[in-house]
């Protein structure tokens, strides 16, 4: 029996390293059993201090694994004490050498962790003796383990199980263990070399994306505090990106989409649409198609890059030149490598209004057929007084906590001086609009977003951001973004 722990406990164990071991575990039974060897089980203990979704996971991501259909994980009981562990997920490999496996639990809710009730209660071990059955309780459960000396003999076990109020779970046929070994460590060792590349990748393109000074002298352009060259040559100062702006607001889009295209290689384009008295206003998109086999699948990274108040002057650092510098900065980056899924980077254009914006992206897309799988969006990410952090608006739908979930993990990662803070109130901003669509998508935004003094005013101005702060944000998000896409 092989248990995977550690010496601080079952609580102690790392998710994606248990995911890990317990590949490498079903390798070495097999390769065991292969050979002549003995092995009765594997399994790994998470503890109920592991929300039982998590537990979940895992069990999933060995379900989806290159390993071959027959080795399944499922719930069931492997404690030495009786009504501990119900944390323990157990993978049978084989037993008695190599012959058929096969594992049954009573019904859901079934099981008894409390009592000494043995597996075999209720079950005709006659019956199973005559079919070629051998048969042994699990410890502390209503599981039993049945090795098949004769593939024939599945038939009458299953039925005898059933007809006892077990549930059939696993199945391993002899002819399949001797090759089991061969496969899973191939898979594993592919698997392995895939992830090692795509840590290196996502390490690489973090630090692409951690240069303070460059996102700041980026911010001064948008934002007006330092002139900008326009296509064609010539110098303009960016004083208001406000919707009803309509020469000032369209300059800054040009200049967003030229930007793109020159500094990122990128495909780049204008999307005009009427709203807000009927004024024109646009989107920005910016495309980096993917290579892959899910190049079809688009993952949106987005800001607003309209601006208040509705004068003249309207810089809109904080509000939301630092998210939409944020855009050029992944961009940038990430057009250095190749996808799996394909990335569209865009900067809305009238959220202050009502996120018309993005709600025109998300139509236009659906009506399009484009399969947009998730969303990353940002708003507001430089502002710093009380807080040097990020928030991560999110819904209760699953999806959407998953995604808030990785987002959390990479920022801690890359991150680690922010604080984070997860909320399930979403409101006021792109973000919104996808998840209206049924997209799962997230908003980062900084923790002082409701103490910013200047905001919506002619003073938001890059005197007042802590550009430290957007990169570490954005690290978060670039290396979530590698997540989503996935290196090809």
Not at 7 to 34: I, K, N, Q, Y
Request: aromatic share 6%; hydrophobic share 40%; proline share 3%.
């Amino acid at each position: 029996e092989i248990h995977l722990t550690d010496e601080r406990g079952p609580h102690h164990l790392d998710l994606t390293t248990m995911t890990c071991l317990s590949l490498v575990a079903l390798a070495l039974g097999a390769a065991s059993t292969a050979s002549g060897g003995r092995v009765v089980s594997v399994d790994y203990c998470l503890g109920n201090q592991i929300p039982p979704a998590q537990k979940h996971s895992v069990s999933q991501s060995l379900r989806h694994t290159s390993l071959p259909a027959h080795i399944r994980a499922f719930s069931g009981a492997t404690s030495d004490t009786v009504g501990v562990d119900d944390g323990c997920e157990h993978l049978v490999t084989a037993v008695d050498g190599a012959v058929e496996i096969l594992l049954s639990c009573p019904g859901v809710g079934g099981r008894n962790y409390t009592a000494l009730s043995p597996g075999l209660a209720g079950v005709n071990t006659t019956a199973l003796d005559k079919a070629g059955v051998v048969t042994r309780d699990v410890p502390y459960s209503d599981c039993v383990i049945f090795g098949l000396r004769t593939s024939s003999s599945f038939t009458a076990v299953t039925a005898l199980a059933e007809n006892a109020g077990f549930m059939v779970d696993a199945l391993v046929l002899p002819e399949t263990i001797a090759t089991t070994s061969a496969h899973i460590v191939a898979n594993s060792v592919a698997d392995a070399a895939e992830v090692a590349q795509t840590r290196a990748i996502k390490d690489e393109v973090v630090r692409g994306v951690s240069d303070v000074a460059g996102y700041l002298t980026l911010l001064e352009q948008l934002t007006g505090a330092t002139s900008v060259t326009l296509p064609d040559g010539s110098d303009w100062t960016i004083k208001s990106r406000n919707t009803y702006q309509t020469v000032q607001s369209l300059v800054a889009a040009e200049w967003l989409a030229d930007w793109f295209t020159t500094n990122a290689n990128l495909e780049s384009s204008l999307r005009e649409f009427s709203c807000c008295s009927n004024t024109v206003a646009r989107n920005v998109v910016a495309r980096l198609p993917g290579s892959g086999s899910g190049a079809k699948e688009v993952v949106v990274v987005g800001a607003h890059m309209d601006s208040l108040p509705t004068g003249d002057i309207a810089p809109g650092a904080v509000d939301n030149g630092s998210g939409t510098v944020a855009l050029l900065v992944l961009a940038q980056e990430f057009a250095k490598h190749s996808w799996n899924r394909t990335i569209e980077f865009v900067a809305f254009g009238a959220e202050e209004q009502g996120i018309h914006g993005s709600a025109e992206y998300v139509q236009r897309a659906g009506t399009d057929g484009v399969d947009i799988v998730s969303a990353l969006c940002m708003d507001m990410i430089a502002y710093s007084n009380r807080f040097f952090g990020v928030t991560i608006e999110g819904t209760t739908n699953a999806a959407i906590q998953e995604l808030m979930r990785v987002v959390e993990g990479n920022t801690k990662e890359y991150a680690p001086e922010l604080e984070v803070k997860l909320t399930d109130n979403s409101f006021g901003s792109d973000h919104v609009s996808f998840q209206r669509a049924g997209i799962p998508a997230v908003l980062a935004i900084e923790l002082d977003d409701t103490n910013y003094p200047h905001y919506h005013r002619a003073t938001d101005t890059v005197s007042e951001t802590t550009p430290k702060q957007a990169v570490d944000i954005i690290k978060g998000f670039a290396a979530t973004l590698v997540d989503l896409v996935g290196v090809d």
